[in-house]
Nanobody, 116 residues
Framework: QVQLVESGGGLVQAGGSLRLSCAAS????????MGWFRQAPGKEREFVAA????????YYADSVKGRFTISRVNAKNTVYLQMNSLKPEDTAVYYC?????????WGQGTQVTVSS
């Protein structure tokens, strides 16, 4: 497992942007697929985006496709989520996750609030 710490959340107006970061500890970071998930109040946690260990393949939920971009810098053990054109329905706690066959390491989350 790796230890994950998210940062970059905050309050933003609709249409604005935020960039989330997830710093990972551990020497095997480069072997993990990294993902972002979110959980809004009263809702289940949902997938947002993922990126393979090489950064060559990315996946997005339909609700964020074209607005969010996931990237990683393995030399910095960090994965990013650039969020543009934010909507009030993007309000949630955002979690970073790492894994191989499944996600088995999770961060504590960072709050993103989008005001209308």
């Amino acid at each position: 497992q790796v230890q994950l710490v998210e940062s970059g959340g905050g309050l933003v107006q609709a249409g604005g942007s935020l960039r989330l970061s997830c710093a990972a500890s551990g020497r095997t970071f480069t072997s993990y697929t990294m993902g972002w998930f979110r959980q809004a109040p009263g809702k289940e946690r949902e997938f947002v985006a993922a990126i393979t260990w090489s950064g060559g393949t990315t996946y997005y939920a339909d609700s964020v496709k074209g607005r969010f971009t996931i990237s990683r810098v393995n030399a910095k053990n960090t994965v990013y989520l650039q969020m543009n054109s934010l909507k009030p329905e993007d309000t949630a706690v955002y979690y970073c996750a790492a894994g191989k066959a499944s996600y088995d390491s999770w961060g504590q989350g960072t709050q993103v609030t989008v005001s209308s």
